[in-house]
């Protein structure tokens, strides 16, 4: 049946139109988000309006002002009808009753959100509208439609607008986010549409059940960002802030947030540095690289404090949200210890209603990623039986007979194995009136690739806020956390690690156990799996509370105090104890190592904020005044020399030998800072920021530094003249300038100091000290300067979201270790000299490729490009060749003799600057042309160590219930040494080394310069390109549908396979790109089962 | 009440956030650093000062792998004092640029970059700085303390002070004098390489004042006796050319009554068999507590002592017997009679074996190793028993570097020892004392002032001391030249003496080192006569061009 209906069509568009101005109106209306509150809280509300005659959608945006609510009603409603209103500070319940009843709506609250709709009686009939032509009757309507609408993630989204398309029937959907309408024909389109999320339409065909998946619009969400002492609207931050959600930290089963940092924000590179179980070695750069020797490391706060533990001691499954603040202006409030970038960590709280009980597991088993291809026993021997000038008879005994035996021993394989990684976490959140909770509990345990190699981690989290009066809250956030490191795993990069042992040893004795010296003729080679039969307990709590007190004034509205409180307590407890089936132990008769350390932090900041909108200028301004206090006390007790291994650790009185050894310190941070940000509608927005810190580890006459900056931003997007640029949602022009710190000195550094060097009158130890640092009375911080411009861009209605920053920084007074002539007896010493500047620009793209009703494929995209270089290191212009810098050339350049092959012919000998040099020896690149080759003079720049470029890039697929989620990270243009192309094995061939396609006259075809102790005389180091492309996850996850999860009672069940380090695209021939230590326990591939389910 | 809440709450926050700290707070008062400032207080202090420096004196014979901040038990410190000379070379050399390989192989091997160069000047400049850090901060007026104890402390530093520049002299020729503290304030990037004189000069007042100034016999083992300073006076003219200043030093310290010659059987060993000359070297034997008459200074080890380890002599100067080869076996193995596990990174030359007459102790079987009793029972060859000997070769040539035979070569056993703990007899270091200077390399510097000023008889006399001691057959006035007197110093004092420092003063090092070192004989040149200006310190001289030896 076919009609037509062009006036309602008309209208239709007409109303949208309105409704849309409403929805921004409610969210200017709802800037100052509130927190959570219940019903009758919420009802209780006071309400004041003298006024008569206006519309009712302006009568609720009043209300929504002053209540701090927003309201939700669908078409239905006439808004614009005129009321008569009179309220003196009645609540808010009494004034709906008086403006809704007559008119015969209703209302729910859930939580903030007041939903409106017609009474009971009038749902699902016709709303007469003067204007309107009716041309259906209730007789025309053939069949009932009905389904669930929700909000992708399973959960039934009430109150949603389900619309009879080119008319005005319609209804809501209840608190289940079901529905029912009856619909003319097969031809009705229904037109699903709520507050803060995309509208969709849906042809009824034949289908009597249509469910909805709504997806929330990011541009309504207006999302709220950390930023450090407060948080703000994500469209009023000036500075660089990128966040990484709640939902990216949960994609991915990570055992720290480092990992999941990892290629998701541009402008932070995050490189793991070693394998292991513990995966804790990672590096974090955030914008480039400013200091050349002090810390580069990115300043933690993890709910307001100051962090100093390691990374892995978060559970990242307790983390709310990640925020990077990456340039001046964000950064600034951190002052003295900001110029690296500040990573703000915010734990999960409770949320007011249902009680929320999820459990999160996963299991997986990790591999080795990539073996060096060690020789074998027999291409051991052979090997070391040809190579050439080496000591005649350097094939001892033992190792004849070991080979003549067959019984060559496979060390890698010995000292790896299969690793296993599984994580358990409960967590139940929840509320009342006043109360809110969060309480979860974690337990991780890593068993890694290299043999006893492991590490636990039990943590619990409560998280408490109490509303105490309506201007009181005390909110608390602690985590305890316990790591357990105990075992020793197999050494792989030791002198005679896994890695380098010479097969032709002997592994185990008969017994089983490890033999102490695997190489009898050598006392010195030990074993590999020595370390695994030490005993070793080591055992770390931690414990990190952070409290505050926020005082709403309500004297002065938007005022308010805020104290927050932080205590940070590390304890860390090492037994380790040699047997005499160890080599240490062996050579000593027992060695016993006890250490306790344990490590204090404690914050006080006292947070004064004003926060205030006069029209349509807003203010915000924050004042702080804090100080910290740190302090580590380490004891440490070796004792040697035992009358057996009976009492391991407990036996100190009986030691022969006892050393101790101690460390303590103690550095205080105060600080003052400042921070305005003031907008004008929303559009033009300023931001000021000065903070002065005072830090006790700088020098006598440098203790305190002050760093300001500025920011502007403009809203483009809401000036007049984009309203008709449909395509942009959002545009938002911003730059800052500013000055930073990096903390970077430690205490006491720079102080005088003397070194212990005892010596001997008979028997008697007799204590003497020798000078070992040199004082500098003027140390103090190194500083950037930089700025930064950036755009945040939305398109198409977000669909097509990111940003893009470009910046510049100058870091000055560099702390340097400055080699001097150790003429003055010392070879270095700290000075603040030097520059460096980096340059780069970054870019962030989030977008929707395809969607439809029931697939979507999105796309994150980041990728930054950093330019470093040094500017000046002592003030003359000159470079410091010792050091391998240069003016003008990246901090971290490759400076060393180039390699150029080998020689291959006689008359290649006879006419190069080696002339002495033989057949497959080192040829090296005669820089200077001089015809002869120096160590020193021959030295040219062979390549950077850190990355041009650094990209992470992730595709999410959606289907249904189903994700694919498949993540790249890489790095482009950077260069690393692969010491895999070494031999490497001593004058005597003591070590293993990788098989290689050596030269020799019988193989002149080969690559590698050949086996002869004297081939790479000038010690030639290879370096490769290391760029490289990592399929880092591919992770597929199936989620229950909502229908299911209802029967089932469950609010969410998914299950997810994830594979990790997948494959690894690059050039760099050695075992990975990406670890620093090749020789090192290697990087692991894991796959990962996992489940997540929610009461 | 609200109200009254409300004032309290903001009386208690204005107090709170705008009191602030006390001014001490960014202080630091740290409670676990040595610093000058509170060590340098009183003579207690100062002495744990020179304690440090005495440390700094003994890793001479111990290790430098890693660096000077490392004690270690790798490259030994002094190796070009020992090796590369006439009387010395490397059996069996390590690495590519560890020392011995540097002074064996010399040419490209010996560079200004080679770490050991750096490592062994930074070493000795930083006894220069603590040595100077003492004798500045002893003029501190607020130390109590008598003016002879501040005077026996200044004295020492400075000996050590000479000490250090002695070395620095000999191996780099010219080099920065540096006399005080130095301070970060002030750091110098234009340092001058002093003439060789001017630094001489310097030594001769620094050994003058502790010789005037310091007790004559040491209140420990750890310190240095005036005699030290006495001795290095001697050497100190015999190299400027005061030869008769010289003389009188030497004949000053031969006459003094605490010391004389080890002429008669003593200690540890006596009811064995053995010779005087020997004793001297066996651990229990070497101190002066111990009847050791002749030592001026004996270097204090202790095993698994705090400041007592990694001195590694032994562990350099014996060879690798386990690897000698009969019948394709390996019938000797380590043991406390072979003298512990060696690695033969030094070893002496034909020449050093060729020296001695039939009589003389000094070249005896207790002297020398020059053969090797069976007693592995693991690795006998066919027909052999335990307690056969392998009787090693001392006709032929020294061994080729890291040859099949290298092990088959004699070694002294100056430095034998083994820990007598069976698990441990691969110990890496000594922890037996070593004799650092004696009497009899006075008697030679006596022989070489006599000599040199023309009064051969005398010279002939004060040789003949050592001679008859060692029971060598004495010599006539008409056989002493220099070559004599470098020979009979190789006999007496080889792999003791800093030997290149000898060539150096006669001015024969290199002649003799090409005449008896075969393995030397076709790499040195002329200007391995110094070793380069490490490359590091040239390049961190940013403000003065800093020459570097000849020829590097």
């Known amino acids: 049946m076919k009609k037509t209906v062009p006036i309602p069509n008309l209208l239709w568009k007409f109303m949208k139109i309105t409704i849309y101005q409403l929805l921004i109106v409610m969210l200017l209306g709802s800037m100052t988000m509130a927190h959570d509150s219940p019903a009758q809280e919420v009802l209780n509300r006071p309400i004041n309006i003298i006024n008569s005659n206006i519309e009712l959608k302006d009568i609720l945006s009043l209300i929504e002002k002053q209540a701090d609510v927003k309201f939700v009603y669908s078409t239905k409603i006439k808004s614009n009808q005129r009321?008569?209103?009179?309220?003196?500070?009645?609540?808010?319940?009494?004034?709906?009753?008086?403006?809704?009843?007559?008119?015969?709506?209703?209302?729910?609250?859930?939580?903030?959100?007041i939903l409106l709709k017609k009474s009971k009686a009038e749902q699902t009939s016709i709303i007469p509208n003067e204007k309107e032509t009716i041309q259906q009757t209730e007789a025309n309507l053939e069949k009932t439609v009905s389904g669930i609408v929700n909000d992708g993630n399973g959960v039934g989204l009430p109150g949603v607008s389900v619309a009879l398309k080119s008319t005005t029937r319609g209804t809501l959907t209840d608190n289940n986010g079901k529905y029912s309408i009856n619909v003319p024909d097969q031809n009705s389109i229904l037109a699903f549409t709520f507050v803060g999320y995309l509208p969709e339409e849906?042809?009824?065909?034949?289908?009597?059940?249509?469910n909805i998946v709504l997806r929330e619009d990011t541009k309504a969400l207006d999302e709220v960002v950390v930023v450090g002492y407060g948080t703000q609207k994500k469209s009023d931050v000036t500075g660089s802030v990128a966040s990484v959600s709640r939902e990216r930290l949960e994609q991915l089963p990570n055992t720290n947030i480092a990992q999941a940092l990892q290629g998701a924000i541009p402008g932070l590179q995050v490189n793991t540095n070693s394998g292991g179980a513990e995966g804790n070695d990672n590096s974090i750069l955030v914008r480039g690289r400013n200091s050349i020797s002090a810390s580069t490391a990115p300043l933690i706060i993890w709910d307001g404090i100051p962090y100093t533990g390691g990374i892995s001691e978060i559970n990242p499954n307790d983390v709310e949200s990640i925020e990077v603040l990456k340039d001046a202006s964000a950064a600034a409030i951190y002052g003295a210890r900001a110029s690296n970038g500040v990573i703000l960590v915010t734990s999960k709280q409770g949320k007011k209603g249902k009680l929320n009980i999820t459990y999160d597991g996963f299991y997986g088993v990790q591999n080795i990623a990539n073996k060096p291809n060690l020789m074998t026993g027999g291409e051991f021997y052979d090997f070391k039986k040809n190579r050439l000038n080496i000591p005649a008879n350097s094939i001892t005994a033992s190792e004849q007979a070991v080979y003549d035996a067959g019984k060559a021993v496979d060390w890698y394989s010995l000292a790896t194995h299969q690793g296993t990684r599984s994580q358990h976490t409960l967590s139940i959140s929840g509320g009342t009136d006043k109360i809110s909770f969060y309480l979860g509990g974690t337990y991780l345990d890593v068993q890694g690739i290299a043999v006893n190699d492991q590490f636990k981690r039990y943590s619990i989290r409560p998280n408490l806020d109490i509303k105490v009066t309506p201007w009181l809250t005390i909110g608390s956030?602690?985590?305890?956390?316990?790591?357990?490191?105990?075992?020793?795993?197999?050494?792989?990069?030791?002198?005679?690690?896994?890695?380098?042992?010479?097969?032709?040893?002997?592994?185990?004795?008969a017994d089983g156990t490890p033999t102490v010296y695997a190489w009898p003729e050598y006392n010195t080679s030990g074993n590999p799996l020595g370390e695994t039969v030490a005993q070793n307990k080591d055992n770390s709590y931690r414990i990190f509370t952070a409290n505050n007190i926020k005082i709403d004034f309500p004297f002065l509205k938007g005022l308010s105090y805020k104290l927050n409180t932080g205590v940070e307590y590390d304890n860390t407890q090492r037994k380790t104890y040699y047997g005499l089936g160890t080599a240490t132990g062996f050579e000593k008769k027992g060695s016993a190592t006890n250490y306790n350390a344990i490590e204090r932090n404690f914050t006080a900041e006292n947070i004064l904020s004003y926060s205030r909108d006069f029209g349509k200028h807003s203010l915000n301004i924050t004042a702080l005044y804090s100080s910290q206090s740190h302090d580590y006390d380490r004891d440490q007790l070796t004792g040697v020399g035992f009358p057996n291994d009976v009492l391991t650790n407990y036996q100190m009185n009986a030691a022969t030998l006892l050393t101790p050894s101690a460390d303590n310190y103690t550095q205080n941070l105060v600080s003052q800072m400042g921070r305005i940000n003031y907008s004008y509608d929303s559009r033009y927005l300023l931001t000021l920021t000065t903070r002065r810190d005072g830090f006790s580890g700088f020098g006598v006459n440098s203790k305190y530094g002050v760093f300001p900056s500025v920011a502007l931003g403009w809203n483009i997007s809401k000036e007049d003249f984009m309203k008709n640029v449909k395509f942009v949602t959002n545009l938002k022009l911003r730059g800052s300038y500013g000055l930073n710190g990096n903390q970077a000195v430690s205490s006491y550094q720079s102080l005088a100091t003397l070194a212990t060097r005892q010596y001997l009158n008979g028997t008697t130890v007799l204590t003497g000290y020798v000078p070992s640092r040199l004082a500098n009375e003027k140390l103090g911080w190194e500083s950037t300067t930089s700025t930064t411009v950036g755009l945040d861009f939305g398109f198409f209605n977000n669909r097509i979201q990111g940003s893009l920053d470009i910046y510049s920084g100058q870091t000055q007074d560099l702390l340097l270790n400055r080699i001097i002539s150790s003429v003055q007896g010392f070879d270095r010493i700290l000075q603040n000299i030097g520059q460096t500047a980096n340059n780069g620009i970054e870019l962030g793209i989030t977008s929707v490729n395809f969607q439809t009703s029931s697939f979507k494929w999105t796309s994150n995209l980041n990728v930054s490009h950093n330019k470093n270089r040094i500017v000046d290191l002592y003030g003359d212009g000159r470079d410091d060749v010792a050091n391998g810098w240069f003016i003008g050339k990246p901090i971290r350049?490759?400076?060393?003799?180039q390699n150029a092959g080998i020689f291959t012919s006689q008359s290649e000998i006879d006419g190069s600057s080696q002339a002495t040099s033989k057949l497959g020896y080192v040829k090296v690149a005669d820089i200077d042309g001089d015809k002869k080759i120096s160590t020193t003079l021959d030295r040219t720049i062979l390549g950077y160590s850190d990355p041009k470029v650094v990209y992470g890039f992730s595709n999410t697929f959606t289907y249904k219930g189903f994700s694919l989620m498949v993540f790249i990270n890489g790095l482009m243009g950077v260069t690393k040494e692969n010491p895999l192309e070494q031999d490497d094995v001593f004058g005597d061939v003591r070590r293993n080394t990788t098989k290689k396609d050596w030269w020799s006259p019988t193989n002149t075809a080969g690559t590698h310069f050949s086996n002869d102790a004297l081939a790479n005389t000038f010690n030639v180091r290879f370096y490769e390109d290391a760029s490289f492309a990592r399929l880092k996850d591919v992770s597929l996850a199936y989620q229950l549908p909502s229908l299911i999860l209802n029967r089932l009672k469950l609010s969410k069940v998914k299950v997810y396979v994830t594979g990790r380090n997948l494959a690894t695209f690059t050039k760099y021939s050695g075992l990975d790109p990406e670890i620093n230590n090749q020789l090192d326990v290697p990087l692991q591939r894991e796959f990962i089962v996992g489940l997540n389910f929610g009461l | 009440m609200k109200n009254t809440l409300t004032i309290f709450i903001l009386t208690f926050i204005i107090s709170f956030a705008f009191t602030g700290c006390k001014e001490d707070f960014l202080e630091e008062s740290p409670v676990n650093i040595i610093a000058p400032e509170n060590l340098y207080v009183n003579k207690s202090g100062f002495e744990t000062g020179l304690y440090g420096l005495y440390n700094l004196v003994r890793?001479?014979?111990?290790?430098?792998?890693?660096g000077p901040t490392t004690n270690t038990s790798n490259d030994m410190y002094i190796t070009p004092a020992f090796v590369g000379v006439d009387n010395a070379f490397s059996p069996f050399p390590a690495g590519n640029q560890q020392p011995e390989r540097v002074f064996n192989a010399f040419g490209v091997t010996l560079n200004p970059a080679v770490p050991y160069i750096s490592n062994v000047w930074q070493w000795l400049y930083q006894t220069i700085n603590a040595a100077n850090t003492i004798v500045d901060r002893a003029e501190n007026p607020a130390i109590k303390w008598t003016e002879t104890e501040k005077k026996q402390i200044v004295g020492e530093a400075k000996l050590v002070r000479a000490w250090a520049y002695r070395h620095l002299t000999f191996m780099f020729g010219d080099v920065p004098l540096n006399l005080t503290e130095s301070k970060g304030s002030s750091i110098k990037t234009d340092w001058e390489r002093s003439p060789i004189a001017t630094v001489r000069k310097v030594m001769e007042e620094d050994l003058l004042y502790a010789e005037a100034n310091i007790a004559e016999l040491a209140s420990n083992a750890a310190r240095f006796p005036k005699a030290v300073a006495t001795h290095y006076l001697a050497e100190l003219y015999l190299t400027i050319g005061d030869n008769t200043k010289a003389k009188q030093k030497a004949q000053s310290l031969i006459s003094n009554a605490n010391y004389k010659l080890v002429t008669a059987r003593y200690g540890v060993n006596k009811a064995n068999p053995g010779t005087p000359f020997t004793d001297m070297f066996l651990d229990g034997?070497?101190?002066?507590?111990?009847?050791?008459?002749?030592?001026?200074?004996?270097?204090?080890?202790?095993?698994?002592?705090?400041?007592?380890?990694?001195?590694?002599?032994?562990?350099?100067?014996?060879?690798?017997?386990?690897?000698?080869?009969?019948?394709?076996?390996?019938?000797?193995?380590?043991?406390?009679?072979?003298?512990?596990?060696?690695?033969?990174?030094?070893?002496?030359?034909?020449?050093?074996?060729?020296?001695?007459?039939?009589?003389?102790?000094?070249?005896?079987?207790?002297a020398w190793r020059y053969s090797y009793t069976m007693n592995n029972a693991a690795s006998l060859p066919t027909g052999a028993k335990l307690g056969d000997v392998v009787k090693l070769s001392t006709t032929g040539n020294e061994p080729v570097t890291n040859s099949t035979t290298a092990q088959s070569w004699p070694s002294i056993r100056k430095w034998d020892w083994a820990p007598s703990l069976a698990s441990d007899l691969q110990q890496s270091s000594n922890y037996n004392d070593l004799i650092y200077l004696r009497l009899a390399d006075t008697y030679l510097l006596l022989a070489e002032a006599q000599f040199k000023l023309g009064e051969l008889a005398d010279a002939a006399t004060t040789i003949n001391v050592l001679r008859n001691r060692a029971k060598a057959t004495p010599i006539t006035a008409a056989q002493v030249n220099l070559d004599f007197i470098l020979d009979e110093r190789s006999r007496e004092l080889v792999t003791e003496e800093h030997r290149r420092y000898t060539l150096l003063r006669t001015k024969t090092w290199f002649d003799r080192t090409k005449k008896y070192n075969i393995n030397a004989s076709t790499v040195i040149a002329l200007r391995d006569t110094i070793m380069p200006i490490p490359q590091t310190v040239i390049d961190a001289n940013l403000t003065k061009l800093m020459p570097q030896n000849p020829g590097f």
Do not use: H
């Open chain 1, 83 to 113: 009321l008569n209103v009179s309220a003196n500070n009645r609540k808010l319940s009494a004034v709906l009753e008086e403006i809704l009843k007559p008119n015969a709506i209703s209302y729910e609250v859930f939580e903030n959100r």
């Open chain 1, 202 to 210: 849906k042809n009824v065909g034949n289908l009597s059940t249509i």
């Open chain 1, 477 to 509: 956030s602690t985590q305890f956390s316990f790591q357990d490191r105990s075992g020793r795993p197999a050494d792989f990069s030791g002198q005679f690690g896994a890695n380098v042992m010479n097969p032709l040893t002997t592994a185990y004795n």
């Open chain 1, 893 to 897: 350049t490759i400076y060393g003799l």
């Open chain 2, 59 to 66: 890793r001479e014979r111990g290790g430098i792998d890693g």
């Open chain 2, 285 to 366: 034997n070497s101190n002066r507590s111990e009847g050791n008459t002749e030592a001026l200074w004996v270097l204090q080890n202790e095993y698994l002592s705090a400041g007592g380890e990694n001195c590694i002599m032994r562990r350099w100067w014996v060879n690798r017997y386990e690897r000698i080869s009969v019948g394709g076996k390996t019938p000797i193995t380590f043991s406390i009679e072979n003298g512990g596990r060696g690695l033969g990174r030094f070893g002496i030359t034909k020449y050093a074996l060729s020296v001695y007459g039939p009589t003389d102790d000094r070249g005896g079987d207790f």
